[in-house]
């Protein structure tokens, strides 16, 4: 990433998201700012870095066994075309076809188990084991059950999101109630507040900072971006931590 056209970009584009920023009270305003900052900094890494797009390992199983009996078996098949192009007879080359094709993918199970088999015993690292657990994927991937509401009992709630939001609702505000209401009180049902400190700067930079994973995000910023764009985009942020 060029760091001094990335920061020229993002100084460019961030005066429209200043302005949002200091008109952001509700949830819609916070929401509305956070994705135009997410905007900014997706823009102006795109600008500045030059991505580079990953190769995948190719067939490293391919041996010239493979490519001489594959060779064969598209020459045959190629042959059968023609004839029948020509409208002749040719049961025979068809039957030769089939006999090619099986041949083909028989050697290519071979040398498939024979390649695999290699990396297997020539492991020897941690590194090479932990590669190794990837290349079987487990079978079932499951979602956690869906959740019920007791304010709408007629609808299931299966969304992450939608759950998260259940969750702290009844799970955390209800637990901030001071006062126990009995199990038959008639009365409405309390809901109570939490009461949050005022966040410093200081927080919010560490909070940041000190983040462990370097995996990016879906929109592709990671911390290091962060840090870089951070003399440009503290007060915006700080303005998010504050909000919500």
């Known amino acids: 990433m060029d760091e001094k056209l990335f920061l020229d970009i993002l100084q460019r584009s961030i005066h429209p998201v200043r302005h949002t920023a200091s008109n952001a009270r509700d949830p819609q305003a916070l929401d509305m700012?956070?994705?135009?900052?997410?905007?900014c900094l997706v823009?102006?890494?795109t600008a500045s870095t030059r991505r580079a797009l990953g190769r995948g390992p190719g067939r490293p199983y391919w041996d010239e066994n493979c490519r001489r009996k594959h060779r064969?078996?598209?020459?045959?098949?190629?042959?059968v075309a023609r004839l029948c192009a020509l409208g002749i007879d040719c049961q025979w080359e068809r039957n030769e076809e089939d006999a090619l094709k099986q041949d083909f993918l028989?050697?290519?199970?071979?040398?498939?188990?024979?390649?695999?088999?290699?990396?297997?015993?020539?492991a020897s690292t941690g590194k090479d084991v932990f590669e190794m657990v990837g290349w079987q994927?487990?079978?079932?991937?499951?979602?956690?059950?869906?959740?019920?509401?007791?304010?709408?009992?007629?609808?299931?709630?299966?969304?992450?999101?939608?759950?998260?939001?259940?969750?702290a609702r009844v799970l955390l505000r209800n637990a901030a109630i001071s006062t126990d209401i009995p199990a038959e009180s008639p009365?409405?049902?309390?809901?109570?507040?939490?009461?949050?400190?005022?966040?410093?700067?200081?927080e919010?930079?560490?909070?940041?900072?000190?983040?462990?994973s370097t995996t990016p995000g879906s929109d592709g910023i990671t911390t290091a971006v962060l840090k870089t764009a951070w003399p440009v985009?503290?007060?915006?942020?700080?303005r998010l931590y504050s909000g919500c």
């Open 137 to 167: 994927k487990a079978k079932g991937s499951f979602q956690t059950p869906p959740l019920r509401d007791g304010s709408n009992p007629t609808a299931l709630i299966s969304q992450p999101k939608e759950k998260r939001d259940l969750f």
């Open 187 to 202: 009365g409405p049902r309390l809901e109570a507040n939490l009461p949050f400190p005022r966040v410093t700067k200081d």
């Open 33 to 39: 700012l956070a994705q135009q900052l997410t905007d």
């Open 43 to 45: 823009e102006a890494l």
């Open 204 to 212: 919010v930079q560490t909070s940041i900072f000190s983040a462990r």
């Open 233 to 238: 985009i503290e007060d915006i942020v700080f």
């Open 106 to 122: 028989h050697q290519l199970r071979r040398s498939k188990d024979t390649y695999w088999r290699g990396k297997i015993a020539a």
């Open 72 to 79: 064969a078996y598209t020459t045959k098949r190629a042959t």
